[in-house]
C-alpha cells in the first residue's frame, strides 16, 4: 500500500529565506503524480505545486520548487523568498492511479518569522 | 478556474440529529467527488469516494450507516452525519476534480460541525 511520510512536524523560516520540507513515499507504481497542498489557517486546501512521476524536470511555480528523486522516492519542497503569507500547513500527498484517491502525510506546520 | 463550493461552513447541531453537508463543482461537472474528514491539527483522512449515479465507496473503518452520501448529479455530492454524537465533531472537506485536469483535486472551503 502506498505511504506518505512528512517528518517534520514543524519548521519556521525567516522572512525572506529559504527552506524545505520533506516528504518521502513508498510505492509499487511507475507513474503516478505528487502534490503539495497548502492549508491556511482559513483550512482552504490550496495546490501548491504537482509532479508528474514520468518527467525528470522539477516543477516550479514561482517561488516553490520541488526536488523530486524518484529512486529515493523522496519529494521535496523548497520555498524561496519566504513570505508571511506562506505560514500555513503544508501537506504532501500521492494520487492513486487506479482511483484518483489521494493519500496525504502527516502534514507541516510552517512559521514565517518577520 | 475549477472551484468547489461547500456548504454550510459551520454547523452546530444537538446529539441525535442529523446534518447535511453540500458539495458543488461550480463550473464543471464531476462524476466522482471525494469527502475528507480533519482533526485538528492532524491530516485529511479519506472518508469515501462519491460517484455520480451509483453508490458511494466508502474507507475501511468508515460507517457508510453513519454517513450517508448521495452525488445525484454531476455537480452535486452530500454527505448526511446521521444521528450525530459529539465524537463526530470535526472539520469535513470535499473535492473534486475538472474533466481536463483529472489528476487535481480541488477542495471545498470544508465544513466545521459541532455536536452538543
Known amino acids: 500500500a502506498q505511504t506518505v511520510t512528512q517528518s517534520q512536524p514543524e519548521m519556521s523560516v525567516q522572512e525572506a529565506e529559504t527552506v524545505t520540507l520533506s516528504c518521502t513515499y513508498d510505492t509499487s507504481e511507475s507513474d503516478y503524480y505528487l502534490f503539495w497542498y497548502k492549508q491556511p489557517p482559513s483550512r482552504q486546501m490550496i495546490l501548491v505545486i504537482r509532479?508528474?512521476?514520468?518527467?525528470?524536470q522539477n516543477a516550479t511555480e514561482n517561488r516553490f520548487s520541488v526536488n523530486f528523486q524518484k529512486a529515493a522516492k523522496s519529494f521535496s519542497l523548497k520555498i524561496s523568498d519566504s513570505q508571511l503569507g506562506d505560514a500555513a500547513m503544508y501537506f504532501c500527498?500521492?494520487?492513486?492511479?487506479?482511483?484518483?484517491?489521494?493519500?496525504f502525510g502527516q502534514g507541516t506546520t510552517l512559521q514565517v518569522k518577520p | 478556474g475549477a472551484v468547489v463550493s461547500q456548504h454550510p461552513s459551520r454547523v452546530i447541531c444537538k446529539s441525535g440529529t442529523s446534518v447535511k453537508i453540500e458539495c458543488r463543482s461550480l463550473?464543471?461537472?464531476?462524476?466522482?467527488m471525494f469527502w475528507y474528514r480533519q482533526f485538528p491539527k492532524q491530516s485529511l483522512m479519506l472518508m469515501a469516494t462519491s460517484n455520480e449515479g451509483s453508490k458511494a465507496t466508502y474507507e475501511q473503518g468508515v460507517e457508510k450507516d453513519k454517513f450517508l452520501i448521495n452525488h445525484a448529479s454531476l455537480t452535486l455530492s452530500t454527505l448526511t452525519v446521521t444521528s450525530a454524537h459529539p465524537e463526530d465533531s470535526s472539520f469535513y472537506i470535499c473535492?473534486?476534480?475538472?474533466?481536463?485536469?483529472?489528476?487535481?483535486?480541488?477542495f471545498g472551503a470544508g465544513t466545521r460541525l459541532s455536536v452538543l
Open positions: 473535492s473534486a476534480s475538472p474533466p481536463l485536469a483529472k489528476n487535481i483535486q480541488y
Open positions: 500527498a500521492y494520487r492513486l492511479s487506479n482511483t484518483g484517491k489521494l493519500i
Open positions: 463550473d464543471f461537472q464531476a462524476t466522482t
Open positions: 509532479q508528474e512521476a514520468y518527467k525528470q
